[in-house]
């Protein structure tokens, strides 16, 4: 300690000055000399002086002394004090640093020591080793220091990682030579990176290449070829390997098209699978690929050919139903190409091979798009003008087609007609073996048309000359029909004649059957009691006029009907003029309106209804015209906007320049980008969210509907819904504003219960070492009572650790989230119970059969955990039995955790689940009492619930539901 010294003048002791001063500086210099002695005694490396040449020891700091059990004195020798280390390597460094006089140094020194064990065995220990001489007056060494820091645990950790890598190299070696048996190909890649790292010769013969070690995923499609059944590429997250190591996916024998280096594909089945460690982190994935590419072919051609007699069926009754020949053609035509396979279909159909007068119906595949407006008429000059004249198909391979005299090439269109894949043609041949003209396909999509293809498209054909004969038949019967219909409609009105001054002369059955009315009734102006009374004057007022004047007649009246009722007539009558200019008759008739009148009616009551709905509705509703120019606003809609309707429409411009102008932030918003003028021209409804502005400048934000208003087809204006969501948007961002204020507060205190943990464990953690020491400096006086004392402090040391890890266990547990996975139920009870070991006596038994849940593992493995534990751990039984089952429980499961225990009784059940409660003492029953309480909020968390069935002497059952499917699962 520094002794300080007050000078005023003179010291206490009568010191002159200077003897002052050297007494200052020697008291200095000793105060110095104790803290370096301090700091070299409690330094975290081993430190000892030894005197040359005999090695006495001068000082050795604690870990020294340690390092060699206590056995080193200052005063004595080395070798005296541990004598393992004479010959030794390090004695030997000794020697040389002492001789040389420079500093020696090693690192992972073996040195051979006696650690105490008491049966005289030399440990291993390894060590960093640094010696530094230190000079005597006369020059030479006179003692060296030792720094010394034990590395055995790191030395035996590398030895034993390098004995693990041999042993994988050899286990990844044994593995390469099984898949290289294997008799499919198989693939297996690094997780995540998707690093194809290893890959079977069977692999490379399916694919005619050498395996090829893509770096990941993303270069996968770069080195091999694949397509889907449509033809699209396989994209790099596509493959069924990729999705096994990145997102776990089981994939089960998915066909994948794949491209050979000779050009050729093959059709291989792959299943992929990802490999998981133990914490079930997918460290790898593994893909076998089966070549079934003739069973697949084979399935395919049979289904083709199913498909094809189902199309014959279906092209049956399209044909029959077709509504007239040209779509009868057109149908042919387009389901021929479809059942064989081709690009492109043709049906001509001649009159008696007159080619000029030839009718046509084509059918092509997108490869010919270009030629679908294509319109040249035959001239009976090529190749399928024999298919007329024989009477009989024609089949022929491309190579055939051309090198055939009748070919005639592509004329005019050689230069930019794709190449071509085969001609099949087959003759329409009628009833009396008339050629008709023909169809023919060319062009096969895949391979030549075959056998099976011909007799296809002969069958076709003989349906097509029988559809078309009936076809003209049907025109000829429906042409008749319609005459006939026509006569019969044109007398279905009331049809009347009078003579040249307007009296009724003649009987008209359409007149005496709709109105009842005999003739006798009805001759001269009887007609006019068949008038409702409040139309009779105004009717024969104008038949007396339009006679007079000798002018056209027409008027509306009600007419009586047979039946009582009234009808809607409109009367119309013409005078036919002689030669001579004199009126030979009148002719008219009465046509019954009601219908009109009463649809009229209708409209005018769904008008105002709609107009009154529109007005009183909350919502917004603008109709606009095609030039987006608004027609209609409701009341609602110039609330929202500030604008009344005479203003918009006096200003005549589109309503997007109104009110839907500017952006927020003050940038124009140009029409042609506004999805709302967009539902016109498109034809169809767009909905979403903007911003409007109103009359006023400011902005606010809307939900809307537009709907284009058609006319037929044709857009003639459009229909606008709005609701103003301002309030809505201010709620959704106070909304998220508070979720991320939550989301801080929960991270602040998770923070906040990780710093108190440690800081609480600290000297918790200073106590039990203290105690420790204590038991090893007194480790021959320290009995009985004190000993048990010293036991029973670790144990409430240990207490309060475990209650602090309870603790922020409890403050977690809940809100900590983890990603939703496939949980094999028996899987996690049988890690929980190796974790947990329970004694030799105890047994722990899980029920089979128990369920595969999609959920979070951890939660649900921390329960689990935590019931057996606890079973095993209260039993106070040497012969612990716990027993582990489930029931399905509709939208949930049920687990049980039962044991032969002491049982609770009735009135502590709801106690159990507190914090800090336990039903026994501590001392008796290690335990914090927080256990239960995180069981009870994680389920709870996960939508399920827990609960005890239990009474004294009987044991106690834990019974708890979860949810099948984890919410939060998309």
Known sequence: MTQHVRDEGTTARGLNQKEAHVAKEAQVSSDA???????????????????????????????????????????????????????????????????????????????????????????EGYFNVTLQPIPAGAGGAHSVVLFAVEVTDQVLARRRIEQLAEQLEHERHKLEQIIQQMPHAVYIAEAPSGHLVMGNAQGAAQLGRPFVASEDVEAYSAAYRGFHGDGRPYAPHEWPLARAVLSGELVRAEP???????????????????????????????????DATERIRALREERRRSEQLKGLAEASLAVNSATSLDRM??????????????????????????????????????????????????????????????????????????????????????????????WLAAP?????????????????????????????????AQLASVAIENARLREEALAAEKRFRSMVEATAVVVWRTDPRGHVVEDSPSWRGFTGQRHEEWVGYGWLDAVHPDDRERASDA?????????????????????????????????????????????????????????????????????????????????????????????AAEKITGFTFDEIRA???????????????????????????RALPRKSQEQGEDVFVRKDGSFYHVAFTASPILDGDVPVGTVIEIRDITEQKRAEAERERLIAALERSNKELDQFAYVASHDLKAPLRGIANLTQWIEEDLS???????????????????????????????????????AAEPVDVGQILADVVELIAPPPEASVEVAPGLPVLRTERIPLQQVFMNLVSNALKHARRADARVRIGHRDAGLLHEFFVEDNGPG??????????????????????????????????????????????????????FRFTWQKRDPSDP
């Not at 794949?258 to 460690?277: N, V």
């Not at 050629?435 to 076709?460: M, P, R, Y």
């Not at 009558?573 to 209708?602: F, K, M, Q």
């Open 33 to 123: 000399g104790r803290s370096v002695h301090a700091m070299f005694l409690e330094a975290p490396i081993a430190i000892a002086v030894f005197r040359g040449p005999d090695w006495v020891i001068d000082f050795t700091n604690r870990l020294a002394q340690r390092l060699f059990r206590d056995r080193t004195t200052v005063g004595r020798r080395l070798f005296q004090c541990a004598p393992e280390l004479a010959g030794s390597q390090l004695a030997e460094l000794l020697e040389r640093a002492y001789g040389s006089g420079q500093p020696a140094a090693a690192c992972e020194l073996l040195i051979l020591l006696d650690r105490g064990a008491g049966d005289g065995a030399l440990a």
């Open 256 to 290: 994948v098209e794949m491209l050979r280096t000779d050009g050729t594909r093959a059709i291989i089945e792959y299943s992929a699978a990802p490999i998981r460690d133990a914490s079930g982190q997918i460290v790898a994935g593994v893909v076998v690929g089966v």
């Open 329 to 422: 053609l057109a149908e042919i035509t387009e389901r021929a190409r479809a059942l064989i396979g081709a690009h492109q279909s043709v049906i001509s159909m001649t009159d008696d091979q007159n080619w000029a007068h030839a009718i046509n119906a084509v059918s092509l595949s997108d490869k010919y798009a270009a030629y679908r407006g294509y319109d040249a008429k035959s001239d009976g000059s090529g190749i399928y003008t024999l298919v007329c004249e024989t009477n009989k198909p024609l089949r022929m391979t491309q190579a055939e087609l051309e090198a055939h005299p009748a070919w005639r090439g592509f004329g005019g269109e050689a230069a930019r007609h794709p190449p071509m894949r085969g």
């Open 428 to 460: 329409l041949i009628g009833r009396d073996g008339r050629n008709l003209g023909l169809i023919q396909l060319s062009d096969k999509e895949e391979g030549e048309f075959t056998g099976d293809d011909e007799s296809i498209l002969v069958q076709l």
């Open 543 to 635: 038949w007396r006029g339009a006679v007079a004047s000798r002018a056209r007649y027409e008027v509306e009246y009600r007419l009586r009907r047979r039946d009582g009722s009234w009808a809607h007539t409109v009367a119309r009558g013409v005078p036919l003029i002689a030669d001579d200019g004199s009126i030979d008759e009148w002719v008219g008739c009465n046509v019954d309106v009601s219908d009109i009148r009463r649809a009229e009616e209708a409209f005018r009551v769904q008008h105002r209804l709609v107009r009154t709905i529109a007005e009183n509705a909350t919502l917004g509703l603008f109709m606009m015209d095609a030039h987006q120019r608004c027609t209609f606003m409701n009341p």
């Open 651 to 677: 200003l005549d411009r589109p309503l997007h320049e109104i009110v839907h102008h500017t952006r927020p932030d003050g940038s124009r918003y140009p029409m042609e980008e506004c999805p709302i003028d």
């Open 780 to 818: 021959g006086t320290l009995q009985g009572e004190s000993r048990e004392h010293m036991s029973l402090l670790r144990g409430r040391v240990r207490r309060m650790e475990a209650l602090i890890d309870g603790i922020l266990d409890y403050s977690r547990a809940g809100r900590v989230r983890h």
């Open 904 to 957: 609770i009784a009735p009135e502590f059940h709801e106690r159990v689940w507190g914090l800090f409660q336990t039903l026994e003492a501590r001392d008796k029953v290690e335990g914090t009492g927080i256990g239960l309480s995180v069981v009870k909020k994680i389920v709870e968390s996960r939508g399920g619930r827990i609960w005890i069935e239990s009474s004294p002497g009987q044991g106690a059952i």
